[in-house]
């Protein structure tokens, strides 16, 4: 099954950054980094864009990223689709392994646009937070 919408992230100048493209299911790789020096926490808010609007799914955050220069962590992001067309995202601190991975369950975000932000909490699953996998 393609997706009927776009699935992206907000950068940190608040603008929507595809990452898989409306009538695709390509798995995607992203290399982000922070943006502020010694910065310890970083937030990645997934989105959805479908007819020429842009909503919130949910929020992946790693709370203990080592202090570094601005633009010197790797931070990996991955988004596929399972074989249920569930979505699902991962970031990964290449430094120090910790991660948060979710699983949006496809009834959400393919009815995304009439559900509100606290529905779309209530349903998303966390898969694993903030642990390491060294």
């Known amino acids: 099954m393609m997706i009927p919408s776009t699935i992206g992230i907000k950068l940190a100048d608040g603008s929507f950054c595809p990452v898989i493209m409306t009538g ?3 798995p995607s790789t992203l290399q982000l980094t922070t943006v502020h020096n010694n910065q310890q926490k970083i937030r990645v ?3 959805i864009e ?3 609007r842009v909503d ?3 929020s992946l955050t790693i709370d203990h990223l080592e202090s ?3 633009g010197m962590p790797t931070i990996e992001l991955q988004m596929s689709f399972d074989d249920n ?3 699902q995202a991962r970031i990964v601190d290449l430094d120090s392994k910790y991660r948060q991975e979710l699983c949006i369950p496809h009834e959400l975000y393919a009815k995304k646009t009439s559900l509100s932000f606290f529905e779309t909490v209530k349903h998303t699953k966390i898969i694993g937070q ?3 996998f060294r």
Do not use: F, G
Request: proline share 0%; charged share 20%; no cysteine.
């Open 45 to 47: 808010d997934v989105l």
């Open 85 to 87: 067309n569930n979505l």
């Open 68 to 70: 570094k220069t601005a």
């Open 56 to 58: 919130y799914l949910d």
């Open 130 to 132: 903030i642990s390491s």
């Open 24 to 26: 695709t299911r390509y």
């Open 50 to 52: 479908a007819a020429q």
